[in-house]
């Protein structure tokens, strides 16, 4: 009872001469989980800037402020902007292989692609700004080139397998090419659609409607059995 009396009073007096007690040492879960949260943070905040203005027109300070964390931290953990660019990329392209798993069909890949737009909106317009700025090849113009076009050409081999012989015409690289454009229809020409279509393009109700157009599209290409889909 005395011991107890005693820390009370301990910690009384601390309080009011604004002496601070003994630090409690974090975990090592916390030493682990905070640059992590940190990290993810970041990301998020560079996938809200990168989207609003691109790759050029991203500023480091401004996704520092976004992500409210000093400056400092973007170079530490990312080396510079290029190198957070390229982890946005490689973040974005974890989630599109979720999107074409192996076994998927194409029409229903198309579908996913379509109601990314709805979920998730920055990695589109991360690509639609990429285009945008895009200006020739120059160093430096698009980092996360190597790594999405690696991902791309998985698309095409699909494509160009369910092409075979019979369509010797067909180029599976401009194929896939228009099929993406269609499917980020509602993220770069989203004025056509609601001039055309009268509505928001943003609408979970129009955006399954236009997904199935787009996997419509695919089928009737012959590029995927509609019976082999897996509804998303």
């Not at 970041?42 to 000093?70: C, M, P, S, T, W």
């Not at 998985?154 to 180029?171: F, K, M, S, T």
Request: hydrophobic content about 35%.
């Amino acid at each position: 009872m005395l011991d107890l009396v005693k820390q009370m009073v301990d910690w009384l007096m601390r309080t009011i001469s604004g002496v601070p007690g003994p630090r409690r040492s974090p975990k090592p879960q916390e030493r682990q989980r905070d640059p992590e949260r940190t990290r993810q943070k970041i990301l998020d905040a560079a996938a809200q800037e990168f989207a609003a203005h691109g790759f050029a027109g991203a500023r480091i300070r401004a996704i520092a402020e976004r992500a409210g964390v000093n400056q400092q931290l973007l170079s530490y953990y990312f080396d510079g902007k290029e190198g957070l660019f390229r982890a946005m990329n490689e973040q974005w392209g974890r989630r599109q292989a979720e999107i074409s798993e192996p076994g998927t069909p194409l029409p229903e890949q198309l579908r996913r692609y379509v109601r990314e737009n709805l979920d998730n909106p920055e990695g589109v317009r991360m690509l639609a700004w990429s285009g945008l700025q895009y200006a020739g090849g120059r160093d430096g113009d698009d980092p996360g080139r190597e790594a999405r076009t690696a991902m791309l050409e998985n698309g095409v081999r699909q494509i160009a397998e369910r092409l075979g012989d019979d369509n010797p015409d067909v180029d599976p690289n401009c194929l896939l090419i228009m099929l993406m454009a269609a499917a980020m229809a509602p993220t770069t020409m989203p004025q056509v659609i609601a001039g055309l279509c009268r509505t928001d393009p943003r609408d979970p109700e129009f955006l399954d409607h236009y997904a199935e157009q787009v996997a419509l599209l695919a089928q009737s290409l012959d590029l995927g059995p509609e019976e082999a889909h897996t509804r998303a």
